[in-house]
């Protein structure tokens, strides 16, 4: 069984596609769209880290982050849409570990999350793997470093984030809308076509023939996949 994560946040959209993402890397997720709520289930339960919204009905993430170092030290990681300074601070100061600013990479908050998973871990050090490999492919995810056959290729951020994406969920079939979500962020006001121009791009380096792509496929009329 993988770390248990519980999601505070009132947006039910945001909750779904976190809990979506870090299902696909083998986590327990639980969500709780009230601060009252969140309370409860970490009275009731014992989780690995908690995600927690700062703008939350009933109780605010401030005073539930005060509240759960009164009796708990799980990581908190606070996802805000505040970016004012003081706001930051004060949720450090109130015991959170991190701060994420909305709107944000999913990729970015997994790799926050597994972070402070790996500080924290105590039984299982290997459990969370930083080399990706598939076949020819090889990321070396904390150095976000690429080798296709030994060689090593220079990727923009938003390349490394889409191939790392795919790499990690081998012949399975990203719509496009699915991409600039996770990558770009829920509220990135670009278009799908922002994502076709990244996988051109991605093709063009990676790729030996990027007319008869051998690792990035297109499923059509539906999205894009890496052949594993």
Known sequence: M?????VVDDEKLIVKGIRFSLEQDGMEVDTAFDGEEALAMINEKEYDMVLLDLMLPKMDGLEVCQNIRGFSDVPI????AKSEDMDKIM????GADDYITKPFNILEVKARIKAILRRNAKNNPDEYLRILEKGDIKMELDGRRLFVSGEEISLTAKEFDLLELMVGNPNKVFSREELLNTVWGYEYPGDVRTVDVHIRRLREKIEPNPGEPRYVHTKWGVGYYFKG
């Open 2 to 6: 993988g770390s248990k994560v519980l």
């Open 77 to 80: 990681i606070i996802i805000t």
């Open 91 to 94: 949720g450090l100061e109130y």
